[in-house]
């Protein structure tokens, strides 16, 4: 039996998850189950089994993301479940390594394929910032599976869906979380399908109003150069890179970016890269695949008035 681990923002599966849930069915002969931590809305179910969910266990009783009790929590819904697929997202990459001691199972992450059967259970798998790929084969009975957002092919697999509840006691809790902080209405970054990134070319944190707009306009996340970062022109989350956060949005649009390699690092892996820069040698071009060479404040302005005339 293939599991899957549904994680859900404010009761809303995300398409992260659809995809662990297209994963699951695609190697599993005997239906998958879902586990989710909290009641999602109305009508999210029925989005699980369109991709083949048979199962979904409801557990409650935990409010706030905490990596040790969720990983408990789904740990102790996974009867039968040989494999756990997941997204490879902020809160399936802590959740991931934990369930996978508590299954004493074998763990793979980024990855970006189905697995081949005819080799073990063989999964390609992003490595060195997204530079290269490794083919790990996972050997115990268990195995553990977070894959890269974006990867893999939304296959329908409809079915129907039964949905149990259970519910984690106070006195289970590894840890109680007392308050939490959260920024509202933001695209995550890493679940962003759109992604506007900008640099030191947009010359100071003032600019940024034409970044913004057009990264609404797109329904895209905001992301910057490690710089930007560091002179708290943008705040750190937004930092991609080698050392900042590793992407794969279907579209990349890069402002004011030279394209080190410690920047292509986090986003080389994006499916289209638009580049836009005043300079022709920008190291960025090489990695393009659509580039404008021009004035940042003259190309935004144009490019927010073609997305405002393709909404009306
Ligand atoms: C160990 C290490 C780790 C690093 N990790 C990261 C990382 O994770 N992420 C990261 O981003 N960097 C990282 N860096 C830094 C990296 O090497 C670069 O210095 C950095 O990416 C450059 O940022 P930038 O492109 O915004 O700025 P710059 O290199 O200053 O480039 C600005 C670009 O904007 C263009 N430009 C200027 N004005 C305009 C205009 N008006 N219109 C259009 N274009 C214009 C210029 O032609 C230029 O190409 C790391 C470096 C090291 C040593």
Known sequence: MTGIYAENSEGIFKKSVLEAAAYASQISTDGVIAVCIGEPNAGEADKLSKYGVTKLIVVEGLHSFDAQNYSKAIAANLEGIKTLILANTYEGKSIAPRVSVLMNGSLATNVVSLPDMSNGFTVKRGVFSGKGFAYVQLNRENKIVAITPNSIELKENPVSISIVKTSVSESEKLTQITSTNKTAGKIPLTEAEIVVSAGRGMKGPENWGMVEELAGLLGAATACSKPVSDMDWRPHSEHVGQTGITIKPNLYIAIGISGAIQHLAGVSSSK??????????????????????????????????????AKN
């Open 272 to 309: 289209v890269i638009v580049v836009i820069n005043k300079d022709p040698e920008a190291p960025f071009f090489k990695a393009a695949d659509y580039g404008i060479v021009g004035d940042a404040f003259e190309i935004l302005p144009q490019l927010i008035a073609a997305a405002k005339a």
